[in-house]
């Protein structure tokens, strides 16, 4: 039989999945990879792998999409890696530039845009080669993953896009989830999600195994995941996920 292949984003808000993964002895009995985002999301669609923990803006082009956790990445207010940089006020900014890491925040950017800020703006798509730092007077840049911690210095205005969401909808933000592209078995979606629980019930032993290296480390990295990103899927993000796709699908 055929391992299940599974895809994870590559930022340290997924630690605590990864932790899980290795610790239960789960990652021995699947193929595990971890993408950008926007990658996972490519790799289920195409049918590369079976699970991705992907955008939730990427759960409608997935033909056959099953959400299979109680484990999600969220946030219930600033999250700090999903973010709107500048240079100049809010109110000038004309233009926006696009993480093509993530749909999710990209999404998320529009939404608000439309509804919350009542604000027209042109959209500039980027690429990996895109220079995130160099961005024109009136122009802004949608920054998602950890490079947030890495670049927010080099900007003088800062807006943090969950908490924007939550400021408008009185609702948490749910950026990724884990879903697959077909029926899987209940029992492997219980052991599955055991091993998930291993890592986020288990803050301190995540930062001990991968707070050493990488852009946010130690202490400011268990800050992170305890204070900003929220991991269960309970019935209040599942309520902000579907107000988010219904608005999405109105842009």
């Not at 039989?1 to 605590?16: E, F, G, L, Q």
Request: hydrophobic share 45%.
């Amino acid at each position: 039989m055929n391992k299940i292949r599974i895809s994870a984003v590559k930022y340290a808000n997924t630690y605590p999945f990864i932790y899980g993964l290795i610790e239960s002895g789960f990652e021995k009995k699947v193929i595990l990879e971890t993408d950008h985002p926007a990658d996972c999301a490519a790799k289920l669609i195409d049918g590369r792998v079976d699970i991705g923990l992907i955008p939730v803006a990427a759960l409608p082009l997935v033909k056959e999409h099953h959400i299979i956790s109680d484990y999600c990445i969220g946030a219930c207010g600033n999250v700090r890696t999903v973010m709107l940089l500048s240079n100049c006020p809010f109110k000038k900014i004309r233009n926006i530039c696009l993480d093509y890491r993530s749909l999710s925040s990209v999404n998320l950017t529009k939404v608000l845009a439309k509804n919350s800020w009542k604000r027209e703006f042109r959209w500039i798509n980027t690429s990996k080669a895109f220079d995130f730092r160099n961005i024109g007077h009136d122009e802004a840049v949608v920054l998602i993953g950890d490079q947030c911690f890495e670049f927010e210095n080099s900007f003088r205005y800062q807006i943090d896009l969950a908490n924007e969401w939550k400021e408008f909808s009185g609702l948490p933000f749910v950026f990724a989830c884990w879903a697959s592209n077909k029926q899987l078995d209940n029992v492997f979606i219980k052991e599955f999600n055991k091993a998930l629980a291993l890592g986020v019930n288990n803050i301190d032993a995540v930062v001990d195994k991968f707070g050493q290296a990488g852009t946010i480390t130690g202490e400011i990295l268990r800050t992170y995941l305890i204070e900003n990103i929220d991991f269960n899927f309970n019935d209040e993000k599942k309520t902000g996920l579907k107000l988010f796709l219904e608005l999405m699908g109105k842009l």
